[in-house]
């Protein structure tokens, strides 16, 4: 076991020196996780602030946004 200790001890500072942002770029992904793949931000719409869209901004994201409906039938 004190090889392994020893091999760890040369590892980590080298990974550290090599990698000096991985913890907060760590935070910075699993706070997109929480975001858009668990929606988590949807409890936090609340407390925010409601920002107007200009008539150019809803003019384009009208342009912008294709919509479309599904009519589910009666398969014969």
Aim: net charge neutral.
């Amino acid at each position: 076991m004190g090889e392994i200790a020893e091999k760890r001890q040369e590892i980590v500072p080298a990974a550290a020196s090599a990698y000096p942002n991985i913890a907060s770029e760590y935070q910075a992904a699993l706070k997109v996780v929480d975001d858009v793949i668990l929606k988590n931000y949807i409890t936090e719409l609340s407390r925010l602030e409601i920002v107007p869209l200009s008539k150019s901004m809803l003019q384009s994201i009208v342009n912008d946004v294709n919509s479309f409906r599904l009519t589910l039938g009666k398969r014969a």
